[in-house]
């Protein structure tokens, strides 16, 4: 054995063949491995390999001193970050988006889903139908199938790149096991045979294969997740398009409407609520984990399933020579056996991953509300009933996870029992086979000592790489069960994408479950159902008008079907023209702001006709009952919804910003918070009143032809409203006004009353109190004014009133009176109150002290 037992670790000791192919191999290796993905083009490029090293060191070495040099600080980076956006020039609607990464600002182009895709999509997302059963069925196929086509839009792009390259490195390590099985079983044959040079060649062939292996399973988890990534971003940027669109899919959302098609998925065994309550709590949970969770499951599961079917056919192709024909069938025999066990102990993972999704989602949804209202509820001091309400939600996620733990149990001992020990005694018996039962007996005996000698190894050398063989395959087996788990649980991910997917698609064309008329709705009142929409709407027009349109609260989902929209008003004729400024004004919950959410188009229009200007500069302007201040700059405030580029773009200044600013008496701020560019959490930083003045502001920047302004100054002083008032007069804004205050009737030369007011004849303001508290002495002004509709209106719930009671002073006057009137009544009431007390009390026989 004297020079076979020394150490032939060098590459001279290999066969030319070998030690070329191994050379070629290390350096293939290495310049791969060296290789991020994105960078082949350098590989191309470079002449030789240490050309291509320094070039990729040079470029390192100037990329950090890049940094080093102009490294973007915080506040750098917020300056840089007052644009969010730059929009195509050419109108394309395509933007580039300015992303922070790394201390810089990265730029990410961003092309909007066209129309066109969507209105070919909407055929592959029919709504779900109520209790449709979940699982991996024909329906989960053309789920998936319809997801599949967003996540994956072609056949060329990155996608398809990357789940070649992911394939092939399947392959790879498939052909890498395989050599290491037949690898494994040369080193132990030479062992015992005691051929040293061949067991040491045998480890430095080892050693090499070990470095491919590894990186080849590095490379399988890195794409896997690529994948999934892209996958992520391909569905993000189109659901983002048809969520956030200007067809409001976003608020008719969360308000419920699209409940039909997400129910299904949702209600289960909690019944209709369900729907209803996933809506409340928005589209988040869908979008954000669920989504995430559909991607990596489905990425993973290619490589789970396609790895080790790939390994079972080699593996199966490999050891059925060694086997023969009786040991291949009884492999076959077993997968098959094994697949028909595991399908019948498998439980329904499908839907209990859809139903722990839909909990989480509510338990988010809790969460996030009480960071959204903390202080609403620390000012009632009600962290302990929001406790109790966070840990209901909790425990019930808690409660269905520890279900399907334990349903989980007697699964796992299956599919463990199956596959770890089921498998493996087949193995050893299949192995047996040739052994046991030879085909002749020399293939045992031999017939001399040496060849006895050469038939122990050669059947050692068989027995360790087909053992490697049937453990791999064992492996293998039990991830394509495992998977099997995978695919139920994708099916339920699955079914929440497509939910909603599908909900948003019927949103954006209008498609609603058509419900038959309930029989427990009476014979006179309409139901409103969301398929009988019949309104029409035209968008354009220099006036707002509403012509016989009925006000009703729509209702989506079970409760829309159970007995349709709410009607508040039957039908209402309203019509504004430039300069006809309309105060609305009616009891709590009679329906004021719902004329502005239909005239918004948030709420659909019935029946009738609706006419309106287009949204924003020149047009209408809406604002609303709760100030909103957007996350950005003090600057984004000012000029929300657009942005810092489209200010500049439209050639409006900061000295301007400033003008509006004063006129809201809000002046002060940009000094105070550091500057236009500053960023703050806005809605904690300003008062109430600050705020409503800041909606005035952005109603100043915009100057619109209309403005509905839905309670936006009920914290603001009455003699900043008034001035805001007058401002916006000033600037031609026709102001149609919904409010409860008195004061604000000499802004107005209209007034829509609704409700009981509409109806109660002016009498004396003390009669009126009680159906229009805040408008004691309407009647004063009703008795000036030179027109009223006709009564049938009142009928309906509605009156308008004409005011021509002259000038601006007048009605100051009378506004003054208002006030002494309500102040006289407020003391002489109390007086009476309380001399009714002491009467009571006499009577009930207690004494009076004065
Ligand atoms: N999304 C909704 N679904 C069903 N009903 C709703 C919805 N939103 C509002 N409503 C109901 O419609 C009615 C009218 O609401 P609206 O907000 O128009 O009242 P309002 O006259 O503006 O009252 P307030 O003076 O209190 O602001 C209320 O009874 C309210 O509960």
């Known amino acids: 054995m004297g020079s076979d037992t020394r150490l032939p670790l060098s590459l001279s000791h290999l066969p030319h063949a070998n030690r070329q192919s191994i050379l070629a191999f290390l350096v293939v290796l290495a310049i791969v491995r060296a290789s991020p993905l994105n960078q082949v083009k350098p590989i191309a490029d470079a002449v030789t390999l240490r050309a291509w090293r320094n070039e990729r060191r040079r470029v390192r070495e100037e990329k950090r001193k890049r940094l080093l040099e102009t490294p973007l600080n915080t506040p750098a980076l917020e300056k840089k970050m007052v644009d969010l956006y730059i929009p195509d020039p050419s109108g394309s609607g395509s933007r580039t988006l300015l992303v922070p990464h790394r201390g810089r600002i990265s730029k990410v182009h961003i092309t909007p889903t066209s129309a066109e895709l969507y209105a070919q999509h909407l055929k592959l997302f029919p709504p779900l139908k109520p209790g449709e059963k979940l699982g991996v069925n024909k329906r989960f196929w053309s789920m998936l199938f319809a997801v599949l086509k967003i996540a994956f ?57 070990a470095i491919p292996s590894t990186y080849t399973n590095s490379m399988i988890r890195y794409l896997e997740r690529k994948l999934a990534l892209a996958f992520r971003t391909n569905l993000t940027r189109y659901i983002h398009d048809l969520y956030l669109n200007d067809n409001l899919n976003y608020y008719k959302f969360g308000l419920g409407l699209g409940a039909a098609a997400v129910e299904p998925t949702v209600a289960g065994e909690r019944g209709e609520n369900a729907a209803a309550e996933a809506a409340a709590g928005g589209a988040d949970q869908f979008i954000t984990t669920d989504l995430a969770r559909f991607c990596d499951t489905l990425a993973a599961l290619y490589g789970n399933i396609g790895k080790p079917g790939l390994d079972l056919v080699i593996f199966t192709s490999q050891l059925a020579t060694a086997l023969g024909p009786l040991g291949t069938i009884g492999l076959f025999a077993n997968y098959g056996f094994t697949a028909w066990i595991l399908k019948k102990a498998t439980p329904a993972f499908g839907r209990m991953a859809a139903t722990e999704a839909r909990l989480e989602g509510e338990y988010r949804a809790g969460l996030s509300r009480i960071g959204r209202d903390g202080e609403e509820v620390a000012f009632y001091n009600g962290g302990q009933r929001e406790k109790g309400i966070l840990w209901k939600t909790y425990e019930n996620l808690a409660r269905h996870v520890h279900t399907v733990f334990k349903i989980r149990v007697p699964y796992g001992m299956t599919e463990d029992f199956v596959i770890k020990y089921l498998w493996s005694a087949v193995g050893y018996g299949l192995m047996s086979i040739p052994i046991l039962f030879p085909v002749s007996k020399h293939m045992i005996q031999g017939t001399g000592k040496g060849e006895i000698h050469h038939e122990v190894a050669a059947r050692t050398e068989s027995y360790v790489s087909n053992r490697r063989l049937l453990l791999s395959l064992a492996d293998a087996g039990g991830r394509l069960m495992y998977s099997g788990k995978d695919l139920a649980e994708l099916s339920g991910y699955t079914s929440r994408v497509y939910a909603l997917l599908a909900s948003l698609h019927a949103l954006n064309n209008g498609i609603y479950a058509e419900n038959p008329r309930p029989a427990s709705l009476p014979k006179e009142q309409t139901f409103y159902d969301m398929s009988t929409i019949h309104g029409q709407i035209i968008v354009g027009p220099s006036h707002v008008l509403l012509q016989g349109v009925p006000i009703v609260a729509p209702a989506g989902g079970a409760a829309g079907a159970e007995r349709g929209g709410e009607e508040l008003i039957h039908s209402l004729d309203l019509r504004v023209e430039k300069g006809e400024h309309t105060l609305i004004t009616g009891p709590n919950g009679v329906g004021k702001t719902s004329i502005a959410r239909i005239i918004a188009q948030l709420w659909p229009t019935w029946d009738g006709l609706l006419e309106r200007p287009v949204h924003g500069e020149g047009g209408i302007f809406f604002l609303p009952q709760r100030p909103y201040l957007s996350i950005g700059s003090l600057r984004d405030q000012v000029i929300y919804p657009y942005t810092y580029a489209e200010m500049k773009a439209r050639g409006r200044t900061d000295s301007e910003l400033m003008s509006i600013l004063e006129h809201v008496h809000l002046a002060y701020l940009p000094a105070r918070e550091g500057g236009w560019d500053t960023r703050k959490e806005w809605k904690d930083v300003l008062s109430g009143g600050e705020k409503q003045r800041m909606g005035m502001a952005r109603l100043f920047y915009h100057r619109p032809a209309y403005a509905i302004l839905d309670e936006c100054t009920s914290a603001v002083s009455s003699d900043v409203e008034g001035l805001m008032y007058e401002h916006a007069k000033s600037l031609d804004i026709t102001l149609i006004t919904i409010s409860h205050r008195p004061s604000l009737l000499k802004y107005h030369n209209r007034h829509l009353r609704l409700g009981d007011s509409a109806t109660a004849p002016p009498t004396s303001p003390l009669a009126r109190t009680n159906s229009a508290p805040r408008f004691p002495s309407s009647a004063n002004i009703l008795a000036l ?30 506004d003054m009176e208002i006030k002494r009137l309500e102040e006289v009544l407020g003391t002489e009431v109390g007086g009476w109150e309380k001399r009714l007390q002491d009467i009571n009390r006499e009577l009930s026989g207690e004494s009076v002290v004065a």
């Open 153 to 209: 839009p072609s056949k060329s792009g990155k996608e398809a790149f990357l789940l070649v390259l992911h394939t092939s490195f399947l392959v790879a390590r498939t052909v890498l096991s395989v050599m290491v099985a037949r690898l494994d079983g040369r080193i132990v044959r030479d062992l015992v045979s005691a051929n040293g040079k061949g067991f040491l060649r045998g480890l430095g062939w080892w050693f090499a294969l």
């Open 785 to 814: 004014s030179s027109m009223t509709s006709p009564s049938p209106a009142a009928a309906q719930g509605w009156q308008l009133t004409i005011l021509s009671a002259g000038s601006a002073e007048e009605k100051m006057e009378l």
